[in-house]
């Protein structure tokens, strides 16, 4: 177990290449965009169905 330990922490400081600030940044800033974008779809989809299922239910009674 210690050597597992070791190892994995000598890959981590050695082998790992860990990003700047600057890549950081826009990484998030391009998460935050897209998840914004997919809330967006997701919200007109939810008008949309609740829109027809109230179309649908004033045909029906």
Do not use: G
């Not at 890549?23 to 998460?31: P, R």
């Not at 109230?54 to 009674?61: C, G």
Request: glycine residues 0%.
């Amino acid at each position: 177990m210690i050597n597992y330990i070791k190892e994995a922490y000598a890959e981590l400081v050695h082998k790992v290449s860990w990003p700047t600030f600057k890549e950081l940044q826009s990484s998030t800033i391009l998460v935050m965009v897209a998840s914004l974008c997919f809330a967006v779809v997701v919200l007109a989809m939810d008008l949309a169905f609740e829109n027809l299922m109230k179309t649908v239910y004033r045909l029906l009674y």
